[in-house]
């Protein structure tokens, strides 16, 4: 059973930075496409950003230039890096992983980005 803990949101005003972790069990972790989402109150989810195992990352339009995910197979843990954040970039967070058809989900974690 693959269980995603995030950490790392919180408060921060506009133009700050936030990290966020997520830190995931089992052993499938090194072949896994890891992502970031996020959902804010009455939109749909949407991805964030996603680092496939060969590293190879892929992002929202609207995070280009200032989000940036990485990944530590040692750890097994994908981070989000948010620089810049604006207004618009508050929401639940949540973490993704998918591998062989299976996919799995964080709890999420709560941004809010204040003016």
């Known amino acids: 059973q693959v269980q995603l803990v995030e950490s790392g949101g919180g408060l921060v005003q506009a133009g700050g930075s936030l990290r966020l972790s997520c830190a995931a069990s089992g052993s499938a972790f090194s072949i896994s496409l890891m992502g970031w989402y996020r959902q804010a109150p009455g939109k749909q989810r949407e991805l964030v950003a996603d680092?496939?195992?060969?590293?190879?990352?892929n992002y929202a339009d609207s995070v280009k230039g200032r989000f940036t995910i990485s990944r530590d197979n040692a750890k097994n843990t994908v981070y989000l890096q948010m620089n810049s954040l604006k207004l618009e970039d508050t929401a639940v967070y949540y973490c993704?992983?998918?591998?062989?058809?299976?996919?799995?989900w964080g709890q999420g974690t709560q941004v809010n980005v204040s003016s």
């Open positions: 680092i496939n195992r060969g590293g190879r990352t």
């Open positions: 993704n992983q998918a591998f062989l058809g299976y996919v799995y």
